[in-house]
């Protein structure tokens, strides 16, 4: 079992551009929950999707938006990039109990 | 708003001693779950421990167990004969039981030292 799966390991950006992370989840786990975690601080919850839907979302703009794909996996979209999304982007999918990626490290420039 | 705080940004124990790792929340929910997260340098978040709040027993794996006191909304780790190893980030999480409710509310974190 590869477990939670995150692509790619580290990003570097510009300030307006986008960009799209990537995330397979733990083989039969159908939930997939996306946290944003800044330098020194808790993950904070962004969204989660189940059955390709978004079926909650926390205190972040519509700038970040997601997908949920009929194989679990989801990918993560950032419009218009601001410095302040500089933050590892932590993956996490669930039956039950939540399984951490490794995240994907977005330096924004 | 259900709010989880550590308060202490970092802790030091030396190799084989006990350390308690402290985190108080915030809920005016009777159900719910606790957990702690251990997120070494490698960064991969690993479940270290859980806690349903319905049960009075404190959860136990191994050289890690909680002391959750429910009324005082405490949930403290206790770490028993630390290994350099358990060298990491810890983090506190709550997560409601309510339908509808999905999102893990996580504290700040403590970094925790072991010396050899």
Known sequence: DAGVTQ?????????????????????????????????????????????????????????FSGHQFPNYSSELNVNALLLGDSALYLCASSLDEQFFGPGTRLTVL | ?????????????????????????????????????KQPPSRQMILVIRQEAYKQQNATENRFSVNFQKAAKSFSLKI??????????YFCAYRSTY????????????RLKVLA
Not at chain 1, 17 to 46: E, M
Not at chain 1, 50 to 62: A, I, T
Not at chain 2, 10 to 27: G, H, I, N, P, R
Not at chain 2, 80 to 89: E, T
Request: glycine share 8%.
């Open chain 1, 7 to 63: 692509s790619p390991t580290h990003l570097i950006k510009t300030r307006g551009q986008q960009v799209t992370l990537r995330c397979s989840p733990k083989s039969g786990h159908d939930t997939v929950s996306w946290y944003q975690q800044a330098l020194g601080q808790g993950p904070q919850f962004i969204f989660q999707y189940y059955e390709e839907e978004e079926r909650q979302r926390g205190n972040f703009p519509d700038r």
């Open chain 2, 1 to 37: 708003a259900q709010t989880v705080t550590q308060s202490q940004p970092e802790m030091s124990v030396q190799e084989a001693e006990t350390v308690t790792l402290s985190c108080t929340y915030d809920t005016s929910e009777s159900d719910y779950y606790l957990f702690w997260y």
């Open chain 2, 99 to 110: 339908s509808g409710t999905y999102k893990y509310i996580f504290g700040t974190g403590t």
């Open chain 2, 80 to 89: 028993s004969d630390s290994q350099l190893g358990d060298a990491a980030m």
